[in-house]
């Protein structure tokens, strides 16, 4: 039986936190094991909101970095850098041609960025194709399963309807894919404001805990974090929406039910349970933090893994490429 492809790219956008963690890198990791996995560092995706280009370098290969020191395995996988692989920029364009400007305005994404930019320097048009790069990105390899948090569901059910409508159009030439949530961690809340995903680009570092943050750094933010009226511990998202995002993370790290965890903290109060969480969330962060320290030291080699990861990326995605241009009456 054939190997299933997945596809799942990480932007080196900003420090990344527990919620890149536990809905995209940790199923990542395990995946690799059962199918034939491909992991990108969205550069392109990142250049999408104002950046600066020093931060933008260090980033990506922090990206790189991370990925490794978590357990992505470039024996198992391929591992690459978006820009390298100029064929998602190019495939990007040709979907851009094929897709209504009334579809990518609908993207909740697109809705929520487009505030905070309005707010700084305008909208460029770049953050509202976002979607059709990200489809470029999952199609070229004629992906079956791309494995990502909750709020990109919508941008891969996207995907699957810009394949399609090429499939109609031009004959069939996409793999639909579908996407994969991890049940237990698709949306992590931001520690500072539960109505809101953590993010890495949230104002406030309050918001996330980094993969990098010091201990130090991890316990302050958990006492900090903000949690609801009443001092019970329990999971009720609607009601104590704060104490459920720290539960939905302690049970996340340490796989110990809800239900385990709602009976061992009856009658205690907050202090306590956070204190046992942040220490969780150290003991679980230091193996990965131990690794990065060991591969900031061996930054060539980090970079000979991507540019081999680019060039066998480029083997599988310009097959497809070459595809579509001929279809579409490009000549070659
Ligand atoms: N809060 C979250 N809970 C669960 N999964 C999450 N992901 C992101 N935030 C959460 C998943 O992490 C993967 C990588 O995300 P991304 O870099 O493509 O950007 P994003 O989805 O826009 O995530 P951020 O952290 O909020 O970044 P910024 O602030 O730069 O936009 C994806 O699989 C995502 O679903």
Known sequence: MTRQRIFSGIQPSGNLHIGNYLGAIQQFVGLQETTDAIFCIVDLHAITVPQDPEELRKKTLEVAMIYLACGIDPKKSIMFVQSHNHDHAELAWILNTLTPLGELERMTQFKEKRQSAEKRRGVLSGLLNYPTLM??????????????????????????????????????????????????????????????????????????????????????????????????????????????????????????????????????????????????????????????????????????????????????????????????????
């Open 135 to 332: 489809a470029a990105d999952i199609l070229l390899y004629q992906t079956d399963v791309v494995p990502v948090g909750e709020d990109q569901k919508q941008h891969v059910e996207l995907t699957r309807s810009i394949a399609e409508r090429f499939n109609n159009r031009f004959g069939d030439t996409f793999m639909l894919p579908k996407e994969m949530l991890n049940k237990s961690a698709e949306r992590i809340m931001g520690l500072d404001d539960p109505s809101k995903k953590m993010s890495k680009s949230a104002k406030s570092a309050n918001n996330y805990i980094a993969l990098l943050d010091s201990p130090d750094e991890i316990l302050r933010k958990i006492k900090t974090a903000m949690t609801d009226s009443g001092s019970e511990i329990r999971f009720d998202k609607k009601a104590k929406s704060a104490v459920s995002n720290l539960l939905a993370v302690y049970h996340a790290f340490s796989k110990e039910s809800i239900k385990n965890l709602e009976n061992r903290y009856a009658g205690k109060g907050y202090a306590e349970f956070k204190k046992d969480l942040g220490e969780i969330i150290i003991a679980k962060l230091e193996p990965i933090q131990n690794r990065f320290r060991e591969l900031e030291k061996n930054s060539d080699e980090v970079m000979k893994i991507i540019r081999e990861g680019a060039e066998r990326s480029g083997a599988i995605s310009q097959k497809t490429l070459s595809e579509v241009k001929q279809k579409i009456g490009l000549i070659a």
